[in-house]
Every structure is written in C-alpha cells, then in structure tokens.
C-alpha cells in the first residue's frame, strides 16, 4: 500500500528532473585579456597565487573549470549563479576594471575578511573540492599579501 502512494510523487519528481533538463543556463568562460589580470596588474608571489587557483579562481575568474555536474540542473543553475555573482563583485580575469573603479583596495580587504572568517571559500565549494580548504597558514598568507598590495609603502 506504501509503495503504490509513494509511485505517483516519485513519477513527478522524475518528470520534473527530466524538463528540468531543458533548461541550461550559460556555463560562459569570457575571453581573458592577459593585460587586464590580476597577475599583469600586481604583484603575486607564487605561493599567493597557487592559493588563488586552487580556492578562488574557479570562481573569481573567467576560467572556470566546469565539472561535471553543472550539466545537470538543478546543480547547474545553482553553480552558474554563484560563478555569476562571485565575477560580478571580483573577477581576477579583469581585475584592471576593479582599479578603473577604485574598487581593487577594497576587494583586497575583502579577500582577508572573507577568509578569516570562513565565508570564502564557501562550504558547498570545499565539500566538492577538498583541496580548496585553507590552511591557517593559507589565511595568513593571503591576508599578508592583500594587506602589503592594498596599502604598498
């Protein structure tokens, strides 16, 4: 008796994962003008920089690796709006349009903030990809580095 209420909701959800599949958002990785960097603009030690790419870059950056599962919604519309919203507050790849803004001091700031505090990277992020954690010595890293970029003596 169980089995039979349970076939017809089990019969929707599948019809409604199946539609959904129609519906794919832009997985976009806009061209990259390597003048316009993060890299060509300032300074970043290698040690910076790897921390950058394995915890920030994919989102923060115009060359994201899609995995898999942002073929598959409704995961993908969830990832192509955090990959959306992360490049509209500061994408590495244009980073020359932060400055034209004179916003890069304060997106350096926000970089140690986020970090501290565990907001970045997210948690849903981290799970997926375990070696985007950052160590205590990570957080100290970048913090040093975005205090000496945001205020060089």
Known sequence: MKLRALKRPLLVLAGFFVVAQLYRPARTNPPVNPANTLQARMQVPPPVQEILTKAC????????????YSNVAPVSWLLVSHVNGARSHMDFSDWAQL?????????????????????????SYKWLHPSARL???????????????????
């Open 99 to 123: 400055e034209a803004l004179h916003k890069a001091t304060g997106r350096l700031t926000d970089i140690c903030s986020e970090v501290q505090s565990g907001g970045m990277p997210l948690s």
């Open 135 to 153: 160590s205590p010595q990570d957080s100290r890293t970048l913090c040093d580095w975005t205090a000496t970029a945001a205020h060089p003596k």
């Open 57 to 68: 870059q994919d989102c923060h950056s115009n060359q994201t690796v899609w995995p898999w």
